[in-house]
């Protein structure tokens, strides 16, 4: 999925509420360009509010009560004007295949941290907005940090954490995590390198021992199972000492594990059911600080998860997280996992228990891998209606090829021409019909170009992130070869020439070139994008 970015900005409390102001690049912004920002009358401590909210943490509020909740909670964020914005860009994202709307919630007050924004219900709709991936919802961060480039990830490294801790099911956590990993990994092709590498630290499980499998393991996922606390007022995750005694880790110091872990794009703290009232909360208040130390992704249940429902979603978020077109779009995958515990029990409040933590743009933390290269011996593609055979001590890769040759039939997975000057029976000419799919030069040339913008000088209109973030969107629609979608990369490069010319004529030249291997018509749009910007100039 790609996904239109509708932000939501809350700022700090006034005497008549909260100011609103809600602005998406496709639709435009409310409140209009010099008007002033609407307040919305929403109090937190509203009497009848904290009653709802005690019923849904203690799982007594039905399916109605927890749709008036969510129709409230929307009635404050989208009233008016930024609603009637918010329904058009989802009429706009609609519009577009294979497009949907994010709704990123940039809450500056803290005391709104604490309300559970996933539960949003439009009036009109049939369904929260969370459980449809054409409308997720994400808490935003803006924070100005180094955003991990876009790559391939193979195998994706998963590191586990599960300490020992009173009321978890330890053997049914682990079994469903174990199933969900096995799963994606039968999806690999026959013989392929698996797509996920697990690795646990169960038990005991100490701060020392978590700084060392950070380190050896480097993964890219960091999945937590048991509890949190709060201590004095701040939040701390329960470890255990030497022994396998519980041991609070302040919330500075779990923070301090992912400093300089550059490989990490994802933390899940999942809050299980047995803990203190306070674990989730405690577990909620830690996320923020990891993304502050540069985790792109984190993960959090804003409330205690019952068992089979943090066994459900393990199931369905890393379903769709670690495997097939869907691979590393964390929003996705959690609104899917959203859907799965939605229809398990709509009467219930576990389908927002997770809660989402952004910081980077774009639509994934790494990108789907290429298709590994057959093994030695192996066609390149499977045969069509006939086959090329080479005789013994061929050689192909010059224009040579020694030995006999005999060809039955012209397909070869594809439609190929054989043809060239045949000089006593000893060379060879093919020629594919299509394009070839971008590869290993794609990947060398724009390896370059995020260097190339992290050596840019500050320019004060331009904010470096998110022109790092224009340039991961471009090659992630690039690599898309013959599927790509037109529309959206000429939209891309025309950012990229607005906010930063001389990185857009690299990547558009070299783009326009046939060294990288795009597809043909990629390649003439953005011959055209160029020279029309070089008119211009």
Known sequence: MHYLSFDLFVGQRLPGGYPLRAECASVGQAP?????????????????????????????ADAAALRALGERLAAALLPGEIGQLFDNARSV?????????????????????ALPWELLWRPDDHEPLAISTDTVVTRYLNLKLRVPRLEPLRPLRLLALLPRAAGVDSAQHRAALDEAVAAANRRAPAGAQPLVALTWLADIVTEDAIRTALSDHQPHIVHFIGHGRFEDGQ????????????????????????????????????ACQGAAADSAQALLGLAPRLAGQGVPAVIAMQWDIFDWAAQAFAAGFYR????????GEVETALTRARAVLFDQAPDLAVFATPVLFLRVEGDRLWSVPEPAPPASGAPATPAGSGSISIGSGAHIGGSVVTGGLHVEGSYFGAPVTIGGDLVGGDKLTT???????????????FRQFHRQVAARPPAPAVDPDELQQTVQRLETEARKGLSANPQRLGRLLGELAAAAPDIFTAIATALASPSLGLPEPLRRLAA????????RA
């Open 431 to 445: 020629t594919p019909t299509a394009d070839p799919q971008p590869g290993q030069a794609l990947t060398e040339a």
């Open 32 to 60: 209009a360009v010099g008007r002033p920002e609407p307040l919305s009358p929403f109090d937190p401590a509203d009497p009848a509010l904290q009653a709802a909210l005690n019923a849904v943490r203690a799982g007594t």
């Open 320 to 327: 769709a997280l670690l495997s097939g077109s869907e691979a």
């Open 235 to 270: 939040p701390s995750l329960l470890l255990t000492d030497d022994q396998g005694d519980p041991l609070p880790a302040p919330a500075g110091l779990v923070a301090g594990f992912f400093r300089n872990q550059d490989s990490v794009r994802l933390v899940v703290l999942n």
């Open 528 to 535: 055209d994008k160029l020279q029309a910007h070089t008119r």
């Open 93 to 113: 994202a609609a519009a577009q295949d294979d497009h949907g709307l994010r709704l990123r919630l940039r809450l500056l007050a803290p005391e709104l941290n």
